[in-house]
């Protein structure tokens, strides 16, 4: 791998970061009651986007969407098999609750992404109807159409998730 390759990879990985950490920023600074400095996270936080997308793109990261449904069945199966299982014990043997709360919740929404997207690649047409998906706000997990009651990973009552645009 050249050294531009590494740190384009390395820029990727960094700008997108910021990206969370200025949305979760922005966040914070709403509820502190600065919303021109929460306005300022965001702005940057778009910027840090168009970067990182950049940086991606000059890797040649982007393909086909079935190439690219493909990666990320990789990416998400990596997670759910092996990532998060090991991330997982660590946590335990090391009684960080918080740490494993979290790692817990993604490790149980990776496998419905995971499924989601081998759907998706084994039905791809471009007349399937849009169906609307929902987010759950506490653990991230993603419910397609409207449900009711209360998501099965966090018990967050189904009203709370949010619908992605
Ligand atoms: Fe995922
Ligand atoms: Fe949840």
Not at 7 to 22: H, I, T
Not at 141 to 165: D, I, L, M, R, S
């Amino acid at each position: 791998m050249s050294k531009t390759t590494d740190n384009l990879q390395a820029a990727f990985a960094g700008e997108s970061q910021a990206n969370r950490k200025y949305l979760a920023f922005a966040k914070k600074a709403d509820q502190e009651g600065y919303p021109q400095i929460a306005k300022l996270f965001r702005t940057a936080a778009a910027a840090e986007t168009v970067h990182a997308h950049n940086h991606f793109n000059a890797l040649g990261g982007v393909k086909s969407t079935t190439e690219n449904l493909k990666a990320a069945i990789e990416g998400e199966n990596y997670e759910v098999v092996s990532m998060y299982p090991s991330m997982i014990a660590d946590a335990e043997a090391e009684g960080e609750k918080k740490a494993n709360n979290s790692l817990r919740w993604a490790f149980e929404v990776e496998k419905v992404h995971e499924a989601l997207y081998r759907y998706a690649l084994e039905h791809m047409d471009p007349n399937t109807p849009v169906v609307d998906f929902y987010v759950c706000p506490i653990c991230g997990y993603t419910h397609q159409g409207k449900f009711e009651g209360k998501g099965p990973v966090c018990n967050t009552p189904a009203e709370k998730f949010v619908k992605v645009e």
